[in-house]
């Protein structure tokens, strides 16, 4: 319990004990839940629900906290609609409350009892009194924390962020987020959560500070474990001894190994109100993260959470680019990306390869509008089971493909390029409604006979394609007439 959670918990009882309340409740602004949350209370029930919250215009501290205004109520029913925190109607018949006098954070002080017409003039004087009494609490705590987030080492912060700017993949990314400077925030282990982007199932992405255990990829319980509460409530979940007096609350999932941490401490990473993950820190020291450790786990998350969304909008504006639009295939975008690398390979390895461009004869005639884009399905259709292994069939223009072979000799690539005109010869296409006769032609590029570098090979296999369509129709040239 931190030094403000001992405050205002002695406040509250105090409280009680003065004005003979029943339950005496502390509702401050939970911002992000746009709703008021039960911080501090006093009661001698048993129903009270300590997670309650209220939302501004709810019932009658709702009132309260909407018009800043004190209320004064008697001889009512229906308690647990009317109030909110309790889990059972319990024959309240006097209720008084009074707004928070604070400049930082919105808030209200309740009392009620069981006693109808308890509560006086000079009761709401005196509760009156306590609320700014709370109010100074709760406005120097904030402060502190301000002053505190001032005065965050601007050094340690900025390599932070450089170091999340820097990476160029996934994988970096990731273990850069759980690298967080000591000197933000003091901590064993690190753990970062992220949900599935197609399945939306919580994982465990990341840790550093675990030692030997295996813990990537290990399932998220979100039901059941620190993380997924996170995930689920959208907040940050303080805990300083993970060892209740029901047993060891887990981090991610009950049947996880024995990580050794005593207190956690957890952030959701946000963005447009989606919770899509958790930032994380633990410690073998029971009580070690307090409400600054907090603040600065907030500030660490932040950046994190902007580097993991923007590499995803990056892969995804990528997979974009390298599928083609008309048939589902690889795009020019994708051959351009990844020839480079493998003519590279290629060429350390000592092996070779070739680039077939293969295009129907006499489309240019057909009348019918959609002849280019049937033809291009047609034969996509066809030349696909000849891409195998880490062979690329791409779509260039209209129903124009080129066909990556790897490893391919001068003879292989010639052997596929007449097979494939072949079975283009064979296969009828419906255009427009009927069936058509469609022959085809192609041209070959060898590496590193032809061409030694991508644009080269490319420019290649296109000037072989013409010679071949000068030729006629169903014919196949290598460069050079070859």
């Not at 005496?24 to 992000?32: D, G, M, P």
């Not at 700017?165 to 400077?181: G, K, T, W």
């Not at 932040?302 to 690889?330: K, M, W, Y």
Request: with cysteine.
């Amino acid at each position: 319990m931190t030094n403000l959670e001992r405050d205002l918990s002695s406040l509250i009882t105090l409280v009680s004990n003065v004005t003979d309340a029943y339950s005496a409740c502390l509702f401050l602004e939970n911002r992000r839940r746009k709703a008021f949350q039960l911080t501090s209370y006093h009661s001698l029930s048993p129903h009270l629900l300590a997670e309650a919250t209220v939302e501004s215009g709810q019932g009658f501290l709702g009132w309260v906290l909407e018009n800043n205004e004190a209320l004064s109520v008697n001889e009512f029913d229906k308690d647990t609609v009317v109030l909110g925190y309790y889990a059972h109607n319990e024959d309240i018949k006097s209720f008084m409350a009074a707004p928070l006098p604070s400049s930082l954070t919105k808030g209200a002080l309740a009392i009620d009892s069981k006693k109808s017409w308890c509560f006086t003039a000079k009761s709401q004087k005196i509760l009156a009194g306590f609320a700014q009494q709370f109010a100074y609490l709760v406005d120097g705590a904030l402060a502190a924390v301000q002053m505190e987030r001032r005065s965050i080492d601007a050094g340690a912060y900025s390599g932070y962020l450089a170091s999340l700017h820097s990476c160029e993949s996934e994988d970096q990314l990731l273990n850069a987020i759980c690298l967080v400077p000591r000197e933000l925030l003091p901590f064993d282990a690190c753990f970062l959560v992220l949900r599935d982007e197609e399945a939306g199932t919580p994982r465990l992405a990341r840790t550093s500070g675990f030692g030997e255990l295996f813990l990537s990829g290990l399932a998220v319980n979100e039901r059941a474990s620190v993380a997924g509460y996170v995930l689920k409530k959208g907040e940050p979940l303080r805990l300083p001894d993970l060892r209740g007096p029901s047993g060891s609350r887990p981090l991610f999932h009950p049947d996880e190994p024995n990580i050794g941490a005593r207190s956690a401490l957890a952030v959701p990473l946000a963005a447009g109100g989606e919770v899509f993950g958790a930032l994380g820190f633990t410690s073998r020291r029971r009580g070690e993260f307090d409400l600054t450790s907090l603040m600065r786990a907030e500030v660490a998350a932040a950046p994190a959470a902007e580097a993991i969304l923007r590499l995803r909008a990056e892969r995804r504006l990528s997979r974009q680019a390298e599928i083609d639009p008309l048939t589902g295939g690889r795009s020019m975008a994708h051959l351009r990306a990844r020839l480079g690398e493998i003519l590279r390979d290629a060429g350390l390895r000592g092996r070779r390869a070739a680039l077939l461009c293969i295009a129907p004869d006499g489309l240019e005639g057909e009348l019918h509008p959609s002849a280019g884009e049937e033809a291009a399905f047609h034969i996509h259709r066809l030349l696909a089971p000849a891409a195998q292994g880490g062979d690329i069939l791409a779509r260039h223009e209209g129903a124009r493909f080129f066909l990556l072979l790897q490893s391919s000799s001068h003879e292989h690539a010639e052997a596929a390029a007449e097979r494939l005109i072949q079975v283009i010869n064979e296969t009828p296409c419906r255009i427009g409604g009927r069936t058509a006769e469609v022959t085809a032609s192609a041209g070959v590029a060898c590496f590193p006979e032809h061409a030694r570098d991508p644009q080269a090979l490319i420019a290649a296999s296109l000037g072989a394609l013409a010679a071949a369509r000068l030729a006629g129709i169903n014919q196949l040239c290598f460069h050079g007439g070859g």
